[in-house]
């Protein structure tokens, strides 16, 4: 049986293609020098992994969990003739951090960026029957030029750093594409005029053609257009006969397909879909479809216990939305991690909103040159999930520290903030999460005060017209964005009473748990200057006791109380009134 069996890019789907998921061959090179001695060439190397796991975890069958050098994994595929009629393409997924790959003894490039896809056209490398991939990894969690999300620095996890995640961590596949192919497609969807401006990208062999773009809603052919392919992106609006918006809680989606016809003979054929959703920054609020919804997000770390940073099915990442929606939240931060591409899907199946957002820490931002280590991963990871109705907000840092006595480098904020707004001017941007802001759409700061009345001190002379609460004055100032609390809570508890990790004094017992949990809440939910929330957390991780569920999504509380936590989430906000 395949591990992650199913289609990993559900935006565009194409009926051709391999999954190459599954037991490879693997062996550790601790001291970087396998090139050197032409790893690359061997007949065999000396153990197997499962992918796509990450070689720490109990899935991938190795759980080696101390430092890593670099790592070799390589295994054979098959390929028919009617699999090379066009062109190969072979797909990573993501894989951590930089990585090198050979194909039938060809050198196929490198990549550098342990969060977002990347391909290689193979199509000249490969020939009937079988073929053999070998992969190449280094992942140094300790580099200040590398980006490495929770994945702790020192031996041990600790605190809110977890274990590391280093190799092929998600799916590896083929693909089957016609010599000139659609590559990739954006939906622009303008909800007020009941319309979709569609742009379609091609590459492969210069080719004129037709695009045929037909849109249908349960079925129904909805809209549709026929353009010329001149060049290799075509742009152009497509009416819609019905408008059904997307938005929270009422997930309502538009399918889409797209065919070619080139006059080199080339036919391609994709099928993906998109939401009839616009967001926009109002005075206090943030506007899904022109109407204030008030964030209730919850931080999900997307951890696992025997996968670490993949989930162990796609049930599994469906699942953490449902639980997480079970308790009033109608939204997530994908926290310091790029989520793989179902979990978006699930979020805009589900009409749960999320935010996109980067395993930043660890880069050393006080330093210019991070964001060339920085930039581009970013940028790839804005165009991997733009069609995603459910995402409403980029924050490309959280929580920059100056570092070594260095203060950080505002151009470096201002300069991504920049270009997130350039790659995508339809949805808000924070620079960082809670602090040092430089260039923001929405104020937000983090607050894990646990005393319930200090804690509405910070927030109540907002209320009344006043000063907000900036909690790093002399580094950021408030220029009368939308306002968000964006990490609060955390609250200590463990079921069975284990030592952890959390913020702030622990109650000691689950009434007064519940107590903290309704009051910190209404604190926020009742200010009319505040439109969103972020509880700290969904589930445990690790040493981090201070999720609602346990680490492997068991419950930690009796329904009474979680009844009790899902009242005082969905009550009403002020901007809601």
Avoid at 77 to 106: I, M, P, S
């Amino acid at each position: 049986m395949i591990p992650r069996s199913e289609y990993p890019r559900p935006q565009m789907v194409r009926d051709g293609w391999q999954n190459l998921n599954g037991t490879w061959q693997f062996q550790f090179d601790h001291g970087r020098s396998g090139r050197n001695r032409g790893m690359q060439n061997l007949e065999k190397l000396e153990g197997s992994i499962v992918v796509p796991f990450c070689v720490e975890s109990k899935l991938s069958q190795v759980e080696y969990k101390d430092f890593i050098g670099a790592v070799w994994y390589k295994r054979s595929f098959g390929l028919t003739e009617e699999d090379l009629k066009g062109r190969v393409l072979l797909h990573f997924e993501a894989v951590n951090y930089y990585c090198q790959v050979w194909v039938n003894g060809y050198d196929l490039g490198t990549h550098q960026g342990g969060y977002t896809p990347f391909t290689f056209d193979i199509t000249k490398y490969v020939h009937t029957d079988e073929n053999t991939v070998v992969v190449y990894v280094e992942n140094d969690v300790r580099n200040p030029l590398q980006p490495r999300g929770k994945q702790s620095e020192v031996f041990n996890s600790r605190g809110c750093d977890y274990t590391r995640n280093s190799g092929i961590w998600q799916t590896v596949w083929l693909e089957y594409v016609p010599e000139t192919y659609i590559e990739n497609y954006r939906c622009i969807p303008d909800p007020d005029n009941g319309s979709v401006n569609m742009q379609v990208f091609f590459a492969g062999d210069f080719s004129k053609g037709t695009l045929q773009a037909n849109i249908t809603y349960q079925g129904k052919t909805v809209g549709s257009a026929c353009v010329q392919a001149g060049s290799n992106s075509v742009s152009f609006f497509v009416s819609l006969s019905e408008r059904h918006f997307w938005e929270p809680g009422k997930p309502e989606l538009y399918e889409v397909a797209l065919s070619s016809q080139f006059d080199n003979g080339a036919m391609d054929e994709v099928t993906g879909y998109f939401g009839l959703r616009s967001v926009s920054v109002g005075k206090n609020a943030i506007m899904i479809n022109g109407k204030p919804v008030f964030q209730r997000l919850v931080l999900d770390q997307g951890y696992y216990p025997d996968g670490i940073y993949t989930a162990p099915s796609d049930e599994a990442l469906r699942k953490d939305i449902e639980l997480s929606m079970a308790l009033g939240f109608n939204a997530a931060r994908m926290h310091e991690k790029v989520f793989e591409r179902r979990y978006l899907y699930w979020a805009d199946k589900l009409g749960y909103m999320v935010w996109g957002e980067y395993g930043n820490w660890g880069l050393d931002i006080s330093r210019p040159e991070s964001v060339h280590a920085y930039l581009k991963p970013w940028m790839d990871a804005v165009n991997r999930d733009f069609n995603s109705p459910a995402l409403v907000c980029w924050c490309p840092f959280n929580e920059t520290w100056d570092r070594d006595g260095k203060k950080q480098d505002n151009s470096v904020l201002s300069a991504v903030y920049h270009m997130t707004k350039a790659l995508d001017p339809t949805r808000p941007c924070i620079d960082t999460s809670g602090h040092y802001h430089v260039v923001t759409d929405i104020f937000d700061v983090h607050d894990y005060e646990q005393d319930v009345e200090v804690f509405r001190s910070h927030y109540a002379p907002m209320a009344e017209g006043g000063a907000v609460y900036n909690n790093f004055p002399n580094r950021q100032s408030y220029k009368g964005q939308p306002y968000m609390v964006t990490e609060y809570g955390g609250i200590l508890w463990s079921e069975k009473g284990e030592e952890g990790w959390g913020y702030g004094n622990a109650p000691k017992t689950v009434e007064e748990f519940a107590d903290r949990y309704v009051s910190l809440t209404g604190v926020l939910l009742e200010n009319p200057k505040i439109c969103g929330l972020c509880y700290t957390q969904l589930y445990d991780v690790e040493q981090e006791k201070n999720g609602l569920y346990t680490y492997n999504r068991g419950k930690k509380f009796s329904q009474e109380i979680y009844d009790c936590l899902k009242k005082a989430m969905m009550q009403p906000a002020a901007i809601e009134k």
